[in-house]
């Protein structure tokens, strides 16, 4: 009953504080990549107009009205609460002349209905859709009805809208005939109006380390280059078109867009480069997973060894979370796919990766090659012994299975752990 409550008054405060400031709405969904294209847009824009991006994943009935509102979630204080009441209710008596003028909306959807609840508090004039993948399936059952979910972002929009699509997701792209908006693609197919091409791994010449992509972005002819360092993995790509497409639609250039992206420093648990123990290197990739993502992710533990560092791949992977029926399909073909890149090594964490530890075997990986446990902390404890140096490491998994962890037991700087990985406030660390 107080979360209904609750729901409703952060509802009607935040429509109207949307009517009252009207601030260009971009709304961004997807099942996967929504936040990292959302930080990105962020980043982008903010370099030249006032901009707000939803807070961490704030997506839902209520993290969405907070970002909206401008404040974080006090959970269970009354004290907090009223806090943020009393800020939407000043927004709404007076005019704050430091209101944004581009909110940056992540939307997420768990249950049917849950983007025509957020796109009802916040009607987006640029909608964007990532990528179509089984995540959060646990109330969809089938594709084919989380894409009709999803595709709503853009249909919601009106003529003077703008949706933006990813051109190499046929499911996305699909969405074209779901909008009477003008359509924006974007990715790697040499159709989509803003595209990547030439993307590689550019590697330090003193370590032989990466040290983070290098691409160019196409638009109309117009060609610049992108360096994103101390990422890796070229599926982050994706995030950069669509800040660069939003950016474009917003009245930015390409020379704007890349000298604002010189300055973008990647986000905790997103792909990053980071050094480990021996030297090592670690991929830390913690912030979540779904099976497309990890795909990408192994794609990308491949592409790091070079003639420099021929050391031992390892994959360490834990459970992907809310794929409902599909669980185990999934995790088996991620079992089957790192035992076809002949990675080195496989350690799972958790109990639907052990599908993933017995399809690898199956596969070709010997047994002494798979190790599983239950839960990170003491995967980190064995990587701490295990891992030598020239080793490059893999660290993914879905956020309640707490990879991170891991990462903090073996990275050559824990103290740094606050700044580089994702979930170290108090309310995690206590948990």
Same mark, same amino acid.
């Given at each position: 009953?107080?979360?209904?409550?609750?729901?409703?008054?952060?509802?009607?405060?935040?429509?109207?504080?949307?009517?009252?400031?009207?601030?260009?709405?971009?709304?961004?969904?997807?099942?996967?990549?929504? $936040?990292?294209?959302?930080?990105?847009?962020?980043?982008?824009?903010?370099?030249?107009?006032?901009?707000?991006?939803?807070?961490?994943?704030?997506?839902?009935?209520?993290?969405?009205?907070?970002?909206?509102?401008?404040?974080?979630?006090?959970?269970?204080?009354?004290?907090?609460?009223?806090?943020?009441?009393?800020?939407?209710?000043?927004?709404?008596? +007076?005019?704050?002349?430091?209101?944004?003028?581009?909110?940056?909306?992540?939307?997420?959807?768990?249950?049917?209905?849950?983007?025509?609840?957020? $796109?009802?508090?916040?009607?987006?004039?640029?909608?964007?859709?990532?990528?179509?993948?089984?995540?959060?399936?646990?109330?969809?059952?089938?594709?084919?009805?989380?894409?009709?979910?999803?595709?709503?972002?853009?249909?919601?929009?009106?003529?003077?809208?703008?949706?933006?699509?990813? +051109?190499?997701?046929?499911?996305?792209?699909?969405?074209?005939?779901?909008?009477?908006?003008?359509?924006?693609?974007?990715?790697?197919?040499?159709?989509?109006?803003?595209?990547?091409?030439?993307?590689?791994?550019?590697?330090?010449?003193?370590?032989?380390?990466?040290?983070?992509?290098?691409?160019?972005?196409?638009?109309?002819?117009?060609?610049?280059?992108?360096?994103?360092?101390?990422?890796?993995?070229?599926?982050?790509?994706?995030?950069?078109?669509?800040?660069?497409?939003?950016?474009?639609?917003?009245?930015?250039?390409?020379?704007?867009?890349?000298?604002?992206?010189?300055?973008? /420093?990647?986000?905790?648990?997103?792909?990053?480069?980071?050094?480990?123990?021996?030297?090592?290197?670690?991929?830390?990739?913690?912030?979540?997973?779904?099976?497309?993502?990890?795909?990408?992710?192994?794609?990308?533990? #491949?592409?790091?060894?070079?003639?420099?560092?021929?050391?031992?791949?390892?994959?360490?992977?834990?459970?992907?979370?809310?794929?409902?029926?599909?669980?185990?399909? /999934?995790?088996?073909?991620?079992?089957?796919?790192?035992?076809?890149?002949? #990675?080195?090594?496989?350690?799972?964490?958790?109990?639907?990766?052990?599908?993933?530890?017995?399809?690898?075997?199956?596969?070709?990986?010997?047994?002494?090659?798979?190790?599983?446990?239950?839960?990170?902390?003491?995967?980190?404890?064995?990587?701490?012994?295990?891992?030598?140096?020239?080793?490059?490491?893999?660290?993914?998994?879905?956020?309640?299975?707490?990879?991170?962890?891991? #990462?903090?037991?073996?990275?050559?700087?824990?103290?740094?752990?606050?700044?580089?990985?994702?979930?170290?406030?108090?309310?995690?660390?206590?948990?």
């Amino acid at each position: 009953m107080i979360k209904i409550i609750l729901e409703k008054k952060l509802r009607f405060f935040s429509k109207r504080i949307i009517k009252k400031y009207q601030p260009e709405v971009v709304g961004i969904t997807g099942s996967v990549g929504k $936040t990292s294209a959302k930080e990105m847009t962020t980043r982008i824009l903010a370099s030249k107009f006032v901009v707000r991006g939803s807070v961490g994943n704030y997506n839902n009935e209520i993290g969405l009205p907070l970002t909206i509102i401008g404040k974080e979630n006090p959970g269970k204080s009354l004290l907090g609460w009223c806090s943020v009441f009393l800020h939407a209710t000043a927004l709404l008596l +007076r005019k704050d002349p430091n209101y944004p003028e581009i909110l940056v909306l992540e939307m997420g959807a768990d249950h049917p209905g849950d983007i025509s609840y957020l $796109t009802g508090i916040a009607p987006p004039s640029v909608g964007v859709v990532t990528a179509i993948a089984p995540a959060h399936m646990e109330f969809f059952k089938t594709i084919k009805k989380l894409i009709r979910e999803k595709q709503k972002v853009v249909g919601c929009l009106d003529k003077s809208g703008v949706a933006v699509l990813n +051109r190499d997701d046929e499911n996305v792209y699909g969405m074209r005939t779901k909008t009477d908006a003008e359509v924006i693609t974007y990715g790697f197919h040499e159709q989509a109006h803003v595209r990547a091409t030439d993307v590689q791994v550019r590697f330090s010449s003193q370590t032989g380390w990466p040290e983070g992509l290098i691409f160019k972005v196409d638009y109309k002819g117009s060609v610049v280059p992108i360096f994103l360092k101390g990422v890796i993995g070229d599926h982050f790509v994706y995030s950069v078109l669509v800040g660069t497409s939003i950016g474009l639609m917003l009245g930015m250039h390409l020379v704007e867009i890349s000298q604002a992206l010189q300055t973008v /420093e990647m986000m905790p648990g997103r792909m990053r480069i980071l050094p480990g123990v021996k030297e090592t290197m670690i991929i830390d990739d913690t912030y979540n997973a779904s099976p497309k993502a990890t795909l990408k992710a192994l794609d990308a533990l #491949v592409l790091c060894c070079n003639q420099k560092h021929k050391g031992r791949r390892i994959a360490v992977l834990g459970d992907m979370l809310e794929l409902g029926a599909q669980t185990q399909r /999934e995790h088996r073909q991620i079992g089957l796919c790192v035992a076809e890149k002949r #990675v080195d090594y496989f350690i799972t964490v958790g109990e639907a990766m052990k599908a993933a530890a017995l399809a690898a075997k199956k596969g070709g990986m010997k047994d002494e090659s798979v190790v599983s446990f239950a839960n990170s902390l003491d995967a980190g404890r064995f990587l701490q012994d295990f891992i030598k140096s020239g080793d490059t490491i893999l660290i993914k998994g879905s956020q309640g299975v707490r990879m991170e962890r891991i #990462v903090k037991e073996i990275m050559a700087e824990p103290l740094a752990a606050k700044t580089l990985l994702v979930r170290q406030g108090q309310k995690w660390l206590e948990t």
